[in-house]
């Protein structure tokens, strides 16, 4: 990788409106095709992306969309790492915790439930920490391919 590279950070604050979901997918996908990433990958990502931020409305904000989500992409040598960010209600330490992946039953077989094992099996990394001033940030890592 060249060292002098410069890196296309992103930063983006937009309302905890579901109907800025598809804005918010065409932006993830337009960066990580910027930065190269193979379109196999950059579905599965722009999905998880997705349910991230559905998850932090639909749990964190109970549906209000007079809030705010923060999207943070960035890049380096190493990983592509995505940040969603809400100040909403803490998130459930269950979905803190990481566990081994399970076949879903008939019952999870519904809207919503499937979002963390999604990012789970996308991402090399996930991790929910607290906000300080309150709310959650998911943070997701993926590796670069070499």
């Known amino acids: 990788m060249d060292k002098h590279r410069e890196y296309n950070d992103v930063r983006l604050i937009v309302r905890s ?3 800025f979901l598809g804005s918010i997918r065409s932006l993830v996908r337009a960066w990580l095709e910027a930065c190269e990433v193979a379109e196999d990958v950059v579905d599965t990502v722009v999905l998880a992306i997705d349910e991230a931020c559905s998850n932090a409305i639909r749990h964190a904000y109970e549906g209000r969309c007079d809030e705010t989500l923060e999207i943070r992409l960035h890049e380096n040598e190493e990983h ?3 940040q969603v960010c809400d100040q909403g209600a803490p998130c459930p330490p269950e979905c803190m915790e990481r566990r081994p992946p399970q076949r879903p039953t008939e019952n999870d077989l519904k809207p919503g439930g ?5 990012m789970r ?3 090399d990394d996930v991790r929910f920490s607290p906000v300080a001033t309150g709310g959650n940030c998911v943070i997701m890592r993926l590796k670069k391919k070499d």
């Open 17 to 19: 409106d579901p109907r």
């Open 80 to 82: 592509l790492e995505f």
């Open 121 to 123: 099996e996308i991402f």
């Open 114 to 118: 499937l979002g963390v094992p999604l």
